[in-house]
């Protein structure tokens, strides 16, 4: 059984939001001109727009620094602290312990059953020490990353490469991810079941291509398995 890591096992989006709280302590007099919400945005925005550019094939080097200027040009802040917001999110971003509700539980019961392993389209220095965070990096039987392999979602070649690591064929294993493009057309299309897991602005991008199953939350798959 594999799962994606962000937004699926992690929550990457409470982590950031609690990261961008910290940068603003770091530097009040920086960021005192506005509410806290607007600085919050301001940075998942950011994370959005280099993370779109990320999926689309652009390289993931220098896109931490790309994505603090765009945070501070978003509030209009000249940028000569791109690079201390970049070196501070690398550093306590991935220490922030947000897993997905029922994520730890759910991994931990699995794990007694099946062999269970990470496909995770990320940057191995912050991926690895987010599954210490929570607690689950040596539950795992294999942790694919695509910095590490130069493959990424939805390539099939990434989730063959789990599949041959857990000794499975792809048609053996079910594949659990928040993404539609990334997660589940790439499971699909490498022979792999795919449970969805829907949040609640997702939306299909593929109709021709369906998840053999589709949840709102990691408890409910714990219910169903």
Known sequence: MLFDLDDT??????AQEKTTEFIIRQFPHVFNAFE????VEAYIESDLITSEEYDAGAPS????????????ELLGIKDDLTDAIAEIYVREYPTINTPKPGAVKLVNELSKRFPVGIVSNGLPDV???????????NVFSCIVLSEEIGIRKPDPRIFHRAAGLLNL????????????????IGAKNSGMLSCWLKHEQSAATD??????????????????I
């Open 127 to 137: 991926q690895y020490r987010k599954l210490d965070t929570i607690g689950l990096r």
């Open 169 to 184: 064929q792809p048609s053996e294993c079910l594949h659990v991810g928040d993404s539609y493009r990334s997660d589940v």
């Open 9 to 14: 096992l992690y929550d990457r989006k409470l």
């Open 36 to 39: 806290t919400d607007r600085i």
């Open 207 to 224: 109709e021709s291509i369906k998840p053999d199953i589709v949840i709102s939350s990691l408890i409910e798959l714990s219910e169903l």
């Open 61 to 72: 080097e220098g896109q931490r620094k790309r994505r603090s200027r765009l945070f501070l």
